[in-house]
């Protein structure tokens, strides 16, 4: 199980070791106050960690002790860790939630009523002027969502998470901490990120690894379509990725671009066998690739 609340000295320890553009990113008032008055932000991420942990032992992992998973504003869409003495933390962004809950349910109530055999009710499809306006406000939606992300706003909450984006976006998040436990796993913090192949190779490893643990975590048994679903979360991350990333204009410099991540994932579940499972990476997200021009152009509008 979680260690439970973050260590407030480890979170100290975090703030004060942050360099001056992270500093800048994040806000010296929001770094004074978290300094000032203790650690005080919920973690909306206990449950992902708590059911990574059970994946990990129920396959004879055990995770250092001293590990904690939290929320930090640090304004990234990866994970970050920070290792004092006696305590690892692993802090995944407050805002990863809300942008990954609002592009699923977009993005789910888009497929359920624009694609082929997939509309909710009626049996004509809508009219080209119709299917028109509900693309263009999938894209305006789509574009708020990241542009909340990059303000570092909590934006308007997602009017309408079904199921099926629910459990879409949780994967995604699950993908994203897998990664950062493959990281701890594999040792690879020892080493610092660089731009070389020894460090790509660390970063697909870590990949391989959220993968497996996505899998290892769906039951055998359930039906097709949750077993689908949380195969798409991990494609689902790395496509909002690639839109935070041409919206704001940069990279993140410490990770392989999401494009090649995603090729290489695709290779990763298939040699798991899992290809079949990868129907709404493949008629989904993949739509979500498809108008990221649009979407970047409303966005800097």
Do not use: C, K
Request: charged share 25%; hydrophobic share 45%; aromatic share 6%.
């Amino acid at each position: 199980m979680p260690d439970g609340a973050l260590p407030r000295d480890a979170v100290h320890a975090y703030v004060d070791s942050l360099a001056a553009p992270e500093r800048a990113r994040v806000g010296e008032d929001v770094l004074a106050g978290i300094r000032a008055g203790g650690y005080l932000l919920t973690n909306p991420f206990e449950a992902v960690d708590a059911g990574i942990r059970r994946t990990l032992a129920v396959s004879g992992v055990d995770v250092p002790g001293g590990t904690h998973v939290g929320a930090f504003p640090h304004r990234s869409l990866h994970a970050r860790t920070h290792t004092v003495e006696g305590a690892t933390l692993i802090l995944l962004d407050t805002g990863l939630r809300p942008l990954l809950d609002r592009v699923a349910a977009t993005l789910v109530a888009y497929q359920l009523t624009t694609a082929p055999g997939q509309r909710r009710a009626g049996p004509n499809p809508p009219p080209a002027a119709d299917r028109r306006q509900r693309r263009d406000e999938a894209d305006a939606a789509f574009a708020a969502a990241v542009l909340a992300f990059l303000r570092g706003e909590a934006g308007e909450p997602a009017e309408t998470l079904d199921t099926f984006g629910f459990f879409m976006a949780r994967s995604a998040e699950r993908f994203a901490l897998g990664h950062e436990y493959g990281h701890l796993l594999a040792g690879h913090r020892h080493a610092p990120p660089g731009h070389d192949e020894r460090s790509a190779r660390r970063e697909y490893e870590a990949d391989e690894l959220a993968a497996m643990l996505i899998l290892r975590g769906v039951d055998d048994a359930a039906e097709f379509r949750w077993r689908a679903l949380a195969v798409a979360g991990p494609f689902l991350f790395l496509a909002v990725e690639q839109l935070v990333n041409q919206v704001r204009g940069t990279a993140d410099e410490q990770h392989v671009s999401p494009a090649r991540r995603t090729q290489a994932l695709r290779t990763i579940f298939e040699q798991a066998g899992a290809r079949g499972l990868m129907h709404f990476a493949e008629a989904w997200v993949s739509s979500l690739l498809l108008r990221e021009a649009a979407i970047v152009r409303r966005a800097r509008a």
